[in-house]
């Protein structure tokens, strides 16, 4: 099988990722789950999601579909199609499942995949994450990684942007 077409396999919708966690959940693996719109995959992604795997056995990412980041960013973004940024997520060996959300928040996968921790960056606190309230009411945690210094999305955009300025 060739490598795109297996990381592809990594993308799944709801209804399969439930049955996915339901075999996870049935070898005792720890599920750790975080989410984006990881419009322009950098560093400090990187370093987020391979952190992020750390914590657990498996780690699941939600991304924002483009009509979401839309109503959050705006009509300038995202850059890169779902597609692909679902599929360049599913490449990365540290992500064991893709799933695309097309709400503006992740509550209704956190509610209904139910991991055993869920991850956000370092710009969050525990009261500003969505779901944390649920995690933890059914016995899991929420943890904060510290962004890796210098890297992000909007600072990319910017200094593209000034180029075609220049």
């Known amino acids: 099988m060739s490598s795109l077409k297996k990381s592809s396999s990594k993308i799944q919708n709801l209804e399969k990722a439930k049955r996915t966690i339901q075999d996870w959940n049935s070898n005792e693996e720890i599920i750790v789950f975080t989410n984006g719109c990881f419009d322009l995959l950098h560093l400090g992604h990187i370093d987020y999601l391979c952190k992020a795997k750390d914590l657990g056995s498996k780690l699941i990412v939600g991304v924002n579909s483009s009509d979401s980041v839309r109503k959050l960013k705006g009509p300038s973004r995202p850059i890169n199609s779902t597609k692909s940024r679902s599929n360049l997520l599913a490449a990365l060996e540290c992500i064991d499942l893709v799933i695309v959300f097309e709400e503006e928040t992740p509550i209704n996968l956190i509610t209904q995949l139910k991991p055993s921790i869920l991850v956000k960056g370092g710009d969050y606190t525990i009261e500003t994450i969505v779901g944390a309230e649920e995690v933890k009411k059914s016995g899991g945690r929420v943890e904060i990684i510290p962004f890796l210094p210098g890297y992000s999305t909007s ?12």
Do not use: E, L, R, Y
């Open 155 to 166: 600072k990319i955009v910017t200094k593209i942007q000034s180029f075609s300025k220049s």
